[in-house]
């Protein structure tokens, strides 16, 4: 069965099938192979386009209107946080940056100590990542293949003695491009639009691309129907036709923030708790000046990362250092200077380098209800409110100093940050902080991972999913499986470990229907 697109409706239309899937990206697709390969049938609803590398040509603008939430404008409510989420057939697996980890094992002990979360662990996914892994080509980097931009953040953890990592990438017959994050013109990516989409339609489901899910409709515990509205694929505008689908069993794999979404438009939220303990990767650039060119748009996007302040203290935000690219819009966009200083920081970037800080956020137990909360805004669109916190900004402060000083040691002749402000030693770096507004819209922070919203546990009152199976609480044939049903941010690169839970949570969707 081929995918559909809006264009190919052309009337409302009901359809019936085993399984229905809302979501195309690391946990709908994956769900769609398993259940597909094993005999039932599928339809897969998927909000953004159908489109293939022949339409990737590395232009960021491009590339936002095709493949991000909000043509890549999708932020909080303030516009304090930038959100960068894809949306497309195979969702946003098809613009991150390859980079894997497998959830740390420290991360299930918090679960389970903290939020009640039984049934799931680390060593029962094991087994499903080692599959994954294999089937993705998920492989380690050599040092010999470090770009100059992240050889960078390699030199100064060295020199510092911090510890110091090469990723791990899904990539096969990678030509180090850089342009992951536009989509991979060469299909080098083993995203979900390469690998387990084609794997589920050659097996018989059928992938509905431009098809916004608008809610679903529910008798007691039964979920009855999906209505999705399709759009026009060429204007991607509502085009006034409906599609219909009743399943057997329903997955909602929309991602953080659009899968609460989904459910508050449904009316379904039994305990009030749908849509908040919305958890981010907060991230902010840590950036060197250099006298000879290091061309931060070359090469794969992150090949290090150093794992030097992943267990702070309890009272402190944790933090992962990675290495990460620079490009000419995102720069930009997200850079509050204006005039003669934004074209000379533009001029500079041949010759920058950048740490990038993703702060862990969801650890607080002094303050259960911190991170973002979605809520709907007029249209029925999801609204994304960010706290923050004296916690958030003392991370913030922390995770800065580490990336200039990861910079700086590995040579960097000066260093800034986003505000920007510049440093030129390790000694300047504490009163640059110390003088630097740490604010909302004062300090560009994007966001590159969300998380939770529909938190897994056992206890029906504070978790919106079982993480015994990851059904709904208030359903019996309704499951989520995607990035919304974490109860803390992951602390790492999510999509390996949603990869591995979809994997694992495929056979109770394969049972229920039976």
């Keep these: 069965m081929p995918i559909y697109t809006g264009s190919d409706l052309k009337s409302d239309t009901t359809l019936e099938c ?54 890549g404008g999708r932020a909080t409510t303030d516009q304090s946080m930038a959100i960068m989420q894809g949306r497309a057939v195979g969702g946003t697996t098809v613009v991150n940056w390859t980079t894997c980890f497998r959830t740390p094992k420290r991360v299930f002990d918090h679960w389970q100590e903290h939020h009640g979360v039984e ?69 080098a990516k083993q995203s979900m639009l390469v690998t387990m989409i084609p794997e589920a339609v050659k097996a018989g489901a059928s992938i509905y691309a431009n098809a916004w899910v608008e809610r679903i409709t529910r008798d007691r515990r039964k979920c009855t129907s999906v209505l999705a509205r399709m759009r026009d694929p060429a204007t991607d505008k509502p085009n006034g036709i409906t ?28 305990n009030g708790r749908t849509g908040m303990r919305t958890y981010f990767h ?41 290495g990460g690219p620079i490009f000419p819009v995102l720069t930009g966009t997200h850079t509050p200077a204006f005039g003669s200083e934004k074209q000379a920081l533009m001029d500079l970037m041949p010759h920058l380098s950048n740490t990038l800080v993703l702060l862990h956020d969801g650890f607080d137990l002094s303050n259960y209800d911190e991170g973002a909360q979605v809520t709907l805004r007029e249209g029925g669109l999801p609204r994304v409110d960010y706290k923050w916190t004296p916690r958030l900004i003392e991370g913030l402060k922390a995770g800065l100093r580490a990336a200039l000083q990861v910079q700086l040691a590995g040579g960097a002749k000066q260093a800034f940050s986003g505000h920007p402000r510049y440093v030129r030693s390790e000694a300047e770096i504490d009163s640059m902080i110390d003088d630097a507004p740490f604010e909302p819209n004062k300090i560009p922070v994007g ?64 049972q229920a229907a039976a």
């Excluded at 510890?163 to 989509?183: D, E, F, I, P, Q």
């Design 243 to 270: 599609l219909t689908v009743k399943a057997k069993i329903t997955v909602l794999a929309g991602g953080a923030i659009n899968t609460p979404a989904l459910l508050l438009r449904s009316d379904v939220d039994a």
């Design 119 to 187: 049934g799931i662990s680390y060593d029962a996914l094991v087994p499903h990542w080692e599959q994954v892994e294999k089937r993705l080509n998920v492989t380690q980097m050599k040092l010999e293949q470090v770009n100059r931009n992240n050889m960078v953040t390699w030199r100064g953890a060295q020199k510092l003695g911090w510890h110091a990592g090469l990723l791990s990438r899904n990539v096969k017959h990678c030509a180090h491009t850089g342009y992951c994050g536009m989509g991979c013109p060469i299909d």
């Design 282 to 322: 907060p991230s902010i650039p840590g950036v060197g000046v250099h006298e000879e060119r290091i061309d931060p748009f070359v090469g794969s996007p992150q090949y290090v990362h150093s794992e030097q302040f992943v267990e702070r203290k309890p009272d402190q935000m944790s933090f992962l250092l990675e």
């Design 447 to 510: 966001v590159a991972h969300v998380m939770g919203g529909c938190p897994m546990g056992t206890n029906e009152r504070k978790s919106i999913v079982d993480s015994r199976t990851l059904r709904h609480h208030g359903f019996d044939n309704v499951f989520v499986i995607d990035g919304s049903v974490y109860p803390t941010s992951l602390t790492v690169n999510p999509q390996l470990s949603i990869y591995g839970l979809a994997s694992w949570a495929s056979q109770f969707v394969l």
């Design 18 to 71: 085993d399984v229905c899937i809302v979501g195309s990206g690391a946990g709908g697709a994956h769900v769609a192979q398993r259940l597909a390969t094993q005999g039932k049938s599928v339809i897969v609803l998927e909000e953004g386009g159908f489109h293939t590398s022949d339409r990737f040509n590395g232009r960021e603008t491009d590339a936002f209107r095709l493949l991000y939430q909000d043509r």
